[in-house]
C-alpha cells in the first residue's frame, strides 16, 4: 500500500520544519509528501530549500487562496492509494503512518480514518475520555466533535477532522472540497462536507485516538480559530456546515437538521431558543442578539445556496 502526506502550508516555516522533523521519525515513512505552498509564500519555501528529507517530495503551488483551493490542487497531485491530511502545526507521533497503514489494510471499505490533535497547552493535554461521542451527526442535526479529546477504542464516526484525515484515494472517486464553502482562507467546516460524502458513497469512517498528532495551534494568516472569529467569520463557519448537511442528508432527516439549525442551534451560533437559554445564563443580551442574528442569516444563504444549485439532489 503507497501512502501519501498532504500538507497545505501557507506562512508558518517554523511550525512547518517542526511538522517535516516528525514525518523524518515515522516508522512507516511516506511514499511521497505532498506540499501545497503559495509562490508568494518565499520563508516556507526558503526552508524546503535548504531541507532535505529521506522520502519523495512534491511542492505545488495553489490555483488560489485558501485551504479548499490547496487541498483540491494537493488531491490532484497525490499519488498513494491513501491520503494522509494533516496542518503544518502539528507534530505527527512516530507510528502515525504505521497505525494508518493497518487500518487501511485491515478494512478494504474503510473510506476515511481520524485521530486524536492532542492540542498542546489546552483541556486535551491528559489521558482524553472514552465516553465522549466524538465525530457524529444526532439524528436531528446536531453536529459533535471533540477529535482532540477522545481516548479508548476505535469506533465508527460520521465525520473526520482535518487536521488528522487519511482517506483512500479510491473514496475521493474525484471528489474536491466544494469551492462554494466561504471563509477568509480557512473555510471552517470543509471536512464535514467531505466526510459526509465520502460516507454517503457507501464507505466506512472510523475515529481511533491512537492515531495521534500533536498539535501546535500557530497564529493563523486568514481566518481565526473559534475563540477568535469576526462575525464575518462566524457567518461563514454556520454557512458552510448548514451546507454540507443540507447536502449529504436526504429525506426528513434533512429537514429536521435544518429545521433545527434554525429554531435551535449552537452555542456559539444559536437559534432563538439557544439564544434565550444564554440570555437567561447572564450572557449579555446585545452580544447574543449579535449572534443569533448572523448564525441566522448563515443558515438561510446557505439554504438559499442549495436550493439554487441543487446540491445533494
Request: glycine share 10%; charged share 25%; aromatic share 4%.
Amino acid at each position: 500500500m503507497k501512502l501519501s502526506v498532504l500538507i497545505p502550508t501557507w506562512r508558518r516555516p517554523k511550525s512547518l520544519e517542526r511538522c517535516l522533523a516528525a514525518l523524518r521519525e515515522q516508522v512507516r515513512p511516506p511514499d511521497q509528501l505532498v506540499l501545497v505552498v503559495r509562490e508568494d509564500d518565499q520563508a516556507s519555501h526558503e526552508l524546503l530549500s535548504s531541507t532535505t528529507l529521506p522520502f519523495p517530495v512534491d511542492v505545488v503551488a495553489p490555483g488560489d487562496t485558501g485551504v479548499v483551493a490547496a487541498l483540491n490542487t494537493g488531491f490532484d497531485r497525490v499519488g498513494g492509494e491513501v491520503v494522509a491530511i494533516t496542518d503544518d502545526d502539528t507534530e505527527p507521533l512516530p507510528d502515525w503512518l504505521a497505525r494508518i497503514e493497518a487500518h487501511f489494510a485491515a478494512a478494504p471499505n474503510l473510506g476515511a480514518l481520524g485521530g486524536r490533535d492532542r492540542v498542546v497547552g489546552s483541556d486535551s493535554a491528559g489521558d482524553g475520555d472514552p465516553r465522549l461521542a466524538v465525530g457524529r451527526i444526532l439524528w436531528f442535526g446536531r453536529v459533535t466533535g471533540n477529535h482532540h479529546l477522545g481516548a479508548g477504542p476505535p469506533r465508527r464516526a460520521d465525520i473526520v477532522k482535518g487536521a488528522n484525515m487519511a482517506v483512500r484515494r479510491a473514496a475521493l472517486d474525484g471528489k474536491r472540497l466544494d469551492t462554494a464553502l466561504r471563509g477568509q482562507g480557512a473555510e471552517h467546516h470543509w471536512e464535514i462536507d467531505l466526510s459526509l460524502a465520502i460516507g454517503a458513497a457507501g464507505w466506512d469512517l472510523l475515529y481511533d485516538p491512537a492515531v495521534e498528532v500533536l498539535h501546535h495551534e500557530a497564529e493563523r494568516f486568514g481566518g481565526q480559530r473559534e475563540e477568535r472569529m469576526t462575525a464575518r467569520e462566524r457567518f461563514d463557519a454556520a454557512h458552510n456546515q448548514e451546507l454540507a448537511l443540507l447536502k449529504n442528508l436526504r429525506g426528513l432527516r434533512r429537514a429536521v437538521a435544518a429545521a433545527y439549525g434554525l429554531l435551535v442551534g449552537t452555542r456559539a451560533d444559536p437559534g432563538p431558543a439557544l439564544a434565550l437559554e444564554l440570555i437567561l445564563r447572564r450572557s449579555p443580551p446585545g452580544e447574543v442578539a449579535g449572534r443569533l442574528r448572523t448564525a441566522t442569516a448563515a443558515r438561510l444563504a446557505a439554504l438559499r445556496e442549495w436550493r439554487r444549485s441543487g446540491l445533494g439532489d
